[in-house]
């Protein structure tokens, strides 16, 4: 109730406002906000969990942003601040709604040498959308409102707020205070701007007109939920659908219009459909590097429409014929409304031809994806998983070749299935997919990381074993990080014993070491053993840690243009 003159610790109303706000988790390494987490305990159901790692508790944060739409909170201290802004980079590169607090400096003793302390607020600036300081508890519960504010509005992305004290102390003092939370605010997307209804128009009259025309959606369209209406519109216009790797959960990849992620880390059919595209439809996607191969895919130039939340996308790296300021979910919906199906007619040819690039990608591809090698192919471990992750399962896939081994190859069986992805960050995945589960833990979540990706965060099993996070990790074991090898290969003039020490490790059966820390491991050496592995691990409800022993020496395909 507004108004009341009770004073209250700063504990209680913070604690009281994340359950409002509808937060299940925190993730964290202390201490930070003592007093908030025993009154967490006392006046909530939040669970606390703590990682071993700052950066692992961001990533856990991002992972279950990115799996809920709801922002993911990390907590450190002082002397943990910079290790949380590192792991907000990847949340803030993909739109990710996580916001972090952490403890900070205190006017008494700052520039005197105090303990553990510089000054960390500089080094949030790149990795967030607002990046504050709470002074007084006074300012906890509007500055906390802020956060989740800029959070989920537009386009998404992380927020962080520095607590007075080294371990955010501030929250132990007392003020007159309210525990008010605008819930509108507690999910992406709070708001569903309109577009205008000329630009609308102007868009669908273009897009009616073209014979060849294509949509690159991206991650714009995951956070405002609009997969049904993107594949609605696709179909009454039979326009096909390419995705950024952000984007790949807005439609399954078994659609007849689906041609699969364009880019760098891509499908070479969908690389190709949008390069013979007379139109390319740009749906929230930034137009980023890795989605248009580095501005190759589509070429600048090419006739391009583009829908977005933020005017300042628009037209960014393409010159525009038409743009629409909007969320894409009523956008689409606009253009659904007033499309005129009989247009649909003359891209007959088009649709035929994206499904002989469709066809001819899995001709080139199925030696690969069916492999029975020994060392096992790892394109084989991306078709295990498009067969038998749940129908209402989410994907957590890391950065380098495991993103272009799944990117390319993974398939999406149906749109109750989800994908997530590393924005660059090796090692990304793993917390992210136990973050995931955490948000979702009714639906199974399936990771698939290097072997590289997966040392960076081990210490985490340990953690999903203690707050019951049983997300089923695969590992393609290969023994290095193999995606360097062409770059050392190069570097050295070709491939030496010394060029291949500065990406290769020691045999590690990861398998043995997830039943030392308490979850369950099995080994895969055969392709054959992929399927009941994976059966047996999403019955198991705990932690799993399927090793795969996978070949060093295969590479995955790179971009076409
Ligand atoms: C934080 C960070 N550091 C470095 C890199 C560069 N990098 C990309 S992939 C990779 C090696 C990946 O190895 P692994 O996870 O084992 O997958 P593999 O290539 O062997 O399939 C490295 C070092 C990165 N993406 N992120
Ligand atoms: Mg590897």
């Given at each position: 109730?507004?108004?009341?003159?009770?004073?209250?610790?700063?504990?209680?109303?913070?604690?009281?406002?994340?359950?409002?706000?509808?937060?299940?988790?925190?993730?964290?390494?202390?201490?930070?906000?003592?007093?908030?987490?025993?009154?967490?305990?006392?006046?909530?159901?939040?669970?606390?969990?703590?990682?071993?790692?700052?950066?692992?508790?961001a990533y856990?944060a991002d992972g279950y942003a990115r799996a809920s739409g709801k922002p993911g909170?990390?907590?450190?201290?002082?002397?943990?601040?910079?290790?949380?802004?590192?792991g907000l980079r990847d949340a803030y590169l993909a739109h990710s709604p996580v916001?972090?607090?952490?403890?900070?400096?205190?006017?008494?003793?700052?520039?005197?040498?105090?303990?553990?302390?510089?000054?960390?607020?500089?080094?949030?600036?790149?990795v967030?959308k607002?990046?504050?300081?709470?002074?007084?508890?006074?300012?906890?519960?509007?500055?906390?409102?802020?956060?989740?504010?800029?959070a989920t509005?537009g386009a998404p992305g992380p927020?962080?707020?520095?607590?007075?004290?080294?371990?955010?102390?501030?929250?132990?003092?007392?003020?007159?205070?309210?525990?008010?939370?605008?819930?509108?605010?507690?999910?992406v997307p709070?708001?569903?701007?309109?577009?205008?209804?000329?630009?609308?128009?102007?868009?669908?009259?273009?897009?009616?007109?073209?014979?060849?025309?294509i949509i690159v959606a991206g991650g714009g369209v995951r956070s405002s939920g609009a997969a049904a209406e993107l594949v609605?519109?696709?179909?009454?216009?039979?326009?096909?659908v390419a995705t950024s790797l952000n984007g790949k959960d807005c439609i399954p990849s078994?659609?007849?219009?689906s041609i699969g992620v364009v880019g760098t880390y891509s499908r070479?059919?969908a690389n190709?459909?949008v390069?013979?595209?007379?139109?390319v439809c740009f749906i929230g996607t930034e137009t980023g590097g890795m989605t248009t191969h580095f501005w190759?895919v589509p070429?600048?130039?090419?006739?391009?429409?583009q829908i977005d939340i933020e005017?300042e996308a628009l037209?960014r790296n393409y010159?525009?014929?038409?743009?629409?300021?909007?969320d894409a979910k009523?956008v689409l919906?606009?253009?659904?409304?007033?499309?005129?199906?009989?247009?649909?007619?003359?891209?007959?040819?088009?649709?035929?031809?994206?499904?002989?690039?469709?066809?001819?990608?899995?001709?080139?591809?199925?030696?690969?994806?069916?492999?029975?090698?020994?060392?096992?192919?790892?394109?084989?471990?991306?078709?295990?998983?498009?067969?038998?992750?749940?129908?209402?399962g989410i994907v957590v896939v890391d950065t380098g070749h495991a993103g272009m081994w799944m990117g390319g190859m993974y398939d999406l069986?149906?749109s109750?299935q989800s994908y997530m992805r590393s924005a660059g960050h090796l090692g990304w995945a793993?917390?992210a997919a136990?973050g995931a589960?955490?948000a979702?833990?009714?639906?199974?979540v399936?990771c698939f990381t290097?072997?590289?990706g997966?040392?960076?965060?081990?210490?985490?099993?340990?953690?999903?074993?203690?707050?019951?996070?049983?997300?089923?990790?695969?590992?393609?074991?290969?023994?290095?990080?193999?995606?360097?090898?062409?770059?050392?290969?190069?570097?050295?003039?070709?491939?030496?014993?010394?060029?291949?020490?500065?990406?290769?490790?020691?045999?590690?059966?990861?398998?043995?070491?997830?039943?030392?820390?308490?979850?369950?491991?099995?080994?895969?050496?055969?392709?054959?053993?992929?399927?009941?592995?994976?059966?047996?691990?999403?019955?198991?409800?705990?932690?799993?840690?399927?090793?795969?022993?996978?070949?060093?020496?295969?590479?995955?395909?790179?971009a076409?243009?």
């Amino acid at each position: 109730m507004l108004g009341h003159n009770t004073k209250r610790t700063g504990a209680e109303v913070f604690a009281e406002m994340l359950a409002g706000y509808g937060v299940t988790h925190v993730f964290m390494v202390p201490a930070v906000v003592r007093r908030t987490y025993a009154e967490m305990e006392k006046r909530t159901k939040i669970a606390r969990v703590h990682c071993h790692g700052e950066k692992s508790a961001a990533y856990m944060a991002d992972g279950y942003a990115r799996a809920s739409g709801k922002p993911g909170i990390c907590m450190a201290q002082v002397i943990g601040a910079l290790n949380i802004a590192a792991g907000l980079r990847d949340a803030y590169l993909a739109h990710s709604p996580v916001i972090a607090i952490t403890g900070g400096r205190d006017p008494k003793t700052k520039f005197r040498k105090v303990y553990q302390e510089v000054d960390d607020i500089p080094a949030f600036e790149p990795v967030t959308k607002f990046n504050a300081t709470v002074d007084d508890v006074v300012r906890i519960p509007d500055m906390l409102r802020q956060a989740f504010r800029v959070a989920t509005t537009g386009a998404p992305g992380p927020v962080h707020l520095q607590f007075r004290g080294n371990e955010g102390q501030v929250d132990t003092e007392e003020a007159i205070m309210e525990a008010l939370v605008e819930t509108q605010f507690a999910q992406v997307p709070p708001f569903r701007p309109q577009p205008e209804a000329a630009a609308v128009q102007a868009a669908l009259a273009l897009l009616q007109q073209a014979e060849r025309p294509i949509i690159v959606a991206g991650g714009g369209v995951r956070s405002s939920g609009a997969a049904a209406e993107l594949v609605a519109f696709a179909e009454a216009l039979q326009i096909p659908v390419a995705t950024s790797l952000n984007g790949k959960d807005c439609i399954p990849s078994t659609h007849p219009l689906s041609i699969g992620v364009v880019g760098t880390y891509s499908r070479e059919s969908a690389n190709r459909a949008v390069n013979r595209a007379d139109l390319v439809c740009f749906i929230g996607t930034e137009t980023g590097g890795m989605t248009t191969h580095f501005w190759a895919v589509p070429k600048i130039g090419t006739p391009a429409i583009q829908i977005d939340i933020e005017p300042e996308a628009l037209g960014r790296n393409y010159p525009l014929a038409a743009s629409v300021l909007g969320d894409a979910k009523a956008v689409l919906s606009g253009l659904l409304e007033q499309a005129d199906k009989a247009s649909a007619a003359k891209r007959g040819p088009w649709v035929k031809e994206i499904a002989g690039l469709r066809d001819e990608w899995y001709a080139k591809y199925k030696a690969d994806l069916t492999s029975d090698v020994v060392p096992i192919h790892p394109a084989r471990i991306c078709s295990e998983l498009s067969k038998h992750v749940p129908d209402d399962g989410i994907v957590v896939v890391d950065t380098g070749h495991a993103g272009m081994w799944m990117g390319g190859m993974y398939d999406l069986r149906g749109s109750s299935q989800s994908y997530m992805r590393s924005a660059g960050h090796l090692g990304w995945a793993f917390p992210a997919a136990l973050g995931a589960k955490a948000a979702c833990p009714d639906r199974p979540v399936v990771c698939f990381t290097g072997d590289a990706g997966f040392w960076y965060h081990i210490a985490e099993i340990e953690t999903a074993v203690r707050w019951n996070l049983n997300a089923v990790i695969v590992v393609n074991n290969n023994g290095g990080g193999n995606q360097s090898k062409r770059g050392f290969d190069r570097a050295y003039g070709e491939p030496t014993q010394k060029s291949r020490e500065l990406w290769t490790y020691n045999p590690m059966n990861f398998a043995r070491l997830a039943e030392d820390m308490g979850a369950l491991g099995i080994r895969v050496e055969k392709a054959a053993d992929i399927a009941p592995a994976l059966q047996k691990a999403l019955a198991a409800n705990r932690p799993v840690v399927i090793d795969v022993a996978s070949d060093i020496e295969i590479l995955a395909p790179t971009a076409v243009t």
